[in-house]
Each structure stands twice: as structure tokens, then as C-alpha cells.
């Protein structure tokens, strides 16, 4: 699958209602570690797994005042509108959003 072809399969998981786990984010090292150690040992390349743990919605979350749009995020590729985290290396769109997002 192309990662257009893919981008749009997330947008329509996200968009039917896929339930991911949006809170809490991951404020503390600790607890963005807790998450990665997850997607490694519970998701691997499973995509619905990447999506439930790393809590992603096809919108804009704002947490503590801060919006956390992908666009801002550190792991973004703005060309290629992608997430460069190594446990998740997903296509993505400006506005959506996870937990992991980091500045
Ligand atoms: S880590 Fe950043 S770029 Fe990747 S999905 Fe989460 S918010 Fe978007």
C-alpha cells in the first residue's frame, strides 16, 4: 500500500470511530516512555494497535492550553506529511494528532 493509499485508510479508521486512547497524554519522559515500550512490545507493525496506543485522533487535541497538531509536532515531515517516530513511521495529516507529540 502506498502511503497516500495508506493515509486515507487512517483518515477513514478515524473517521468511522475507531476508538483510541487519547488521554492521558504523555506529559512526563516516564510516561512517553511507557507508551513507546507498548507500541513496541504490544503493536509491532499492527496499524489499529499504533493508532489505539499512541491515541490518535483526525483532529487537533489541545492539552494544558497547548494545541498538538502533528504540523508542530518535532517527529513531523512536512513535505512528505509524515510521522518519523521510529515506533510508529506512519503518513499523517497536519491536523491530526496523538499522545506522543513532543515540541
Ligand atoms: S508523534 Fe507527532 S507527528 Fe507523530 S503522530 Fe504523534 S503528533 Fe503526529
Excluded at 504523555?26 to 499492527?46: F, K, P
Aim: negative net charge; glycine residues 6%; charged residues 30%.
Amino acid at each position: 500500500m502506498d502511503l497516500e493509499t495508506l493515509r486515507k485508510d487512517i483518515a477513514a479508521r478515524l473517521a468511522g470511530g475507531l476508538e483510541t486512547e487519547v488521554w492521558p497524554r504523555a506529559g512526563t519522559s516516564e510516561e512517553v516512555n511507557a507508551i513507546v515500550r507498548r507500541l513496541q512490545v504490544e503493536a509491532g507493525d499492527d496499524l489499529v494497535a499504533k493508532l489505539v496506543i499512541g491515541g490518535f485522533t483526525d483532529h487537533t487535541i489541545e492539552a494544558e492550553d497547548m494545541p498538538q497538531p502533528c504540523e508542530t509536532c518535532m517527529y513531523y515531515k512536512v513535505h512528505a506529511r509524515f510521522c518519523d517516530l521510529p515506533e510508529l513511521m506512519l503518513p499523517v495529516e497536519p491536523e491530526w494528532s496523538c499522545r506522543l507529540w513532543r515540541i
